[in-house]
């Protein structure tokens, strides 16, 4: 499908129907606003301290009297004026109360018409003012509900206009959404998720989400311990990412393969299970590079989604898109096994982050043929089992990255020169005094293989050889 057919495609996605799974997303939000709209704003009171013009409260309190096709008429025949009000009140008026009030209603205005959204445009254009600048200074309001309020329509305005928000202004936003994002008690955090939602669908807008190491936001928060609904906002935020063929490498590089695994062996919601076997698709049929293609069959097949897909299988679900995608990834995933060798199974496990004793560390053949492949794309595993050994806590992974780095450097003529220049015998020795006997005991193996005979012996003198006996 071509970009431009995807993306018309990704935009025309329903964005809020008021009820189930996406009037969720925004829950918190909208039951304050729900209280908001029964407030009552004396706005005769405005007028008389001359905090607004006539013509602005003639404009409000009249919009405030309509609705339906009366509303829609008033709107059609003072464009100009109903863009002015809007933004002249939330100009002048500090008082939270009437802003929250203010914001919503004029959310509630987008959404019944999305096409309301160039009202603003065009005022703004007609001004030669900047449309956002109004909308991004409300994004430091100390009130949570004056910012989330906001950070609606900015999204609405963004996703619905003729005009797409660029430059600086983007950054600014993007940058908010991920900050919030990642404050820890957001209580709004739905409805920043959901603002993501919509803006990811634009492909501007998520290859520049994509550079601000977005994907690594996503994938932190999505591998911790996050509710179902966060779980399905964020997998749907990846989905459309992945309709940008150059943004799967960045996921693999973030390892999203296993988190979203994790998450689908554990989920008990259709709606994720759904969306993350999209990810899954996408990651499968977007990429043009036939060997990233390998690479992510390989990474789930490590990350046990067949077994998962087998399972699901025998479940009855009412969604034929569902059941489409256990079918095919169950077919590609079975047929990148037959086609698997044992390097590809290495390669996929070293990246994945996720080291087991898998029958390839064990096996002298496997070192004897592949020893040198560790060279490949400027050491590119070596400097992964390397990164292992400092930042992993997992003392499994230690353990066997330990175990590896000395096979390499006993099959590999040079390998004790490379895995010194890439810091890895500095890593290797420092556990040494692990906690964990068997990090100590394989550290020992590979420091034995990485130092000469008479260098080795001095460090068996001086650490205690009873600490590093090899464990049952």
């Known amino acids: 499908m071509p970009d431009s057919k995807i993306n018309s495609m990704l935009m025309k996605l329903p964005d809020e129907t008021g009820k189930g799974d996406v009037m969720a997303a925004t829950s918190v939000l909208q039951q304050r606003a729900n209280e908001i709209r029964n407030n009552s704003i004396n706005w005769q009171s405005y007028l008389q301290s001359q905090m607004i013009g006539d013509d602005d409260y003639r404009f409000i309190t009249e919009f405030l009297s309509s609705d339906g096709s009366k509303r829609d008429s008033l709107l059609q025949n003072q464009r100009t004026q109903c863009a002015k009000t809007f933004l002249s009140l939330l100009e002048h008026i500090s008082k939270d109360q009437t ?65 797409p928000m660029e430059g600086s202004d983007l950054t600014f936003y993007l940058t908010w959404l991920k900050d919030q994002l990642q404050t820890p008690g957001n209580e709004y955090v739905q409805t920043t998720a959901r603002c993501l939602q919509m803006m990811l669908r634009d492909e501007k807008y998520r290859l520049v989400f994509a550079g601000m190491e977005g994907v690594s936001v996503l994938a932190n928060i999505l591998s911790g311990r996050i509710n179902f609904q966060i779980q399905y906002q964020l997998s749907f935020c990846l989905w459309v990412m992945t309709f940008s063929p150059q943004l799967v490498e960045q996921m693999n590089k973030h390892k999203i393969i296993p988190i979203l695994g994790d998450i689908l062996n554990d989920s008990v919601k259709d709606k994720v299970t759904r969306i993350i076997l999209a990810v ?17 069959c390989v990474a789930m097949v490590q990350a046990k989604v067949l077994k998962q897909l087998s399972i699901l299988q025998q479940h009855k679900f009412d969604d034929e898109d569902i059941m ?16 698997l060798s044992s390097f590809d199974e290495y390669s996929t496990e070293i990246k994945s982050g996720r080291l087991e004793w898998s029958p390839v560390h064990k096996s002298e053949r496997f070192w004897r043929e592949n020893a040198n492949r560790l060279t490949e794309k400027n050491y590119e595993l070596l400097k992964m089992l390397v990164h292992l050994l400092e930042t992993s806590r997992d003392t499994l992974v230690l353990a066997v990255a330990s175990y590896d780095i000395g096979e390499f450097v006993r099959h590999y003529p040079r390998g004790k020169s ?48 009873k600490s590093i006996k090899k464990p049952f």
């Not at 009030?101 to 160039?118: A, G, H, K, P, S």
């Open 280 to 296: 899954f698709r996408n990651m499968i049929e977007k990429p043009e590079d036939a060997a990233m293609v390998k690479e992510n």
């Open 99 to 163: 802003v929250q009030y203010i914001l919503t209603i004029m959310d509630d205005m987008l959404q019944e018409d999305m096409n309301r959204v160039e009202i603003i445009r065009e005022y703004a254009k007609k001004k030669r003012e900047n449309v956002w600048s109004p909308f991004l200074n409300l994004l430091n309001r100390p009130d949570n509900f004056i910012q989330n309020m906001t950070s609606r329509i900015i999204a609405k305005l963004a996703c619905w206009s003729r005009d």
């Open 324 to 339: 489409a995608d256990i079918e095919f990834l169950t077919e590609k995933l079975q047929a990148s096994i037959q086609d």
């Open 418 to 465: 490379i895995i010194e220049q890439l810091g890895g015998k500095q890593m290797v020795m420092q556990l040494l005094a692990h906690e964990d006997p068997n990090v100590r005991y394989e550290a020992l193996l590979a420091v034995q293989k990485l130092m000469v005979h008479n260098w080795f012996v001095k460090i068996l003198n001086a650490i205690n050889l």
